[in-house]
């Protein structure tokens, strides 16, 4: 602690930091359709974390992930079959690895 709240090491990322990319379709997690239908529909559907339950843990979930990343298409961010339930552990894993590897693609 801090008496900033955070140090420089674990303060969070600054939202107008994101790409360009990123910010353009941030809309798309404060619409009606996700917070009143696709997310809490899915924490229903699947409430333990899928990557948990692959090593035999029970975990509750808290995040909803898209399993292929939408990129801003609206058919593939609303598509249910899209969607798996994380613990929050395992979707900043997740997240963290997609990200490196998308930065790793355009190093090459």
């Known amino acids: 602690m801090t008496r900033d709240g955070y140090c420089p090491a674990h303060k969070p990322k600054d ?3 994101r790409s360009e990319e990123a910010q353009s379709w941030r809309w798309m997690y ?3 359709e996700w917070l009143d239908d696709l997310r809490p ?3 229903l559907r699947e409430p333990f974390c899928r990557e948990c339950a692959r090593r035999g843990i ?3 979930a808290t995040d909803v992930d898209h399993i292929e990343d939408h990129k ?3 058919v593939v961010f ?3 079959n899209n969607l798996q339930s994380l ?3 395992c979707h900043s894993r997740k997240t963290a690895r997609e990200l490196w590897q998308s930065r790793a693609k355009k190093s090459r």
């Open 15 to 17: 939202r107008q930091q």
């Open 30 to 32: 404060r619409t009606r």
């Open 41 to 43: 529909t899915q924490l």
């Open 58 to 60: 029970r975990t509750l």
């Open 72 to 74: 801003g298409d609206w």
């Open 78 to 80: 609303t598509d249910r």
């Open 87 to 89: 613990c929050h552990a």
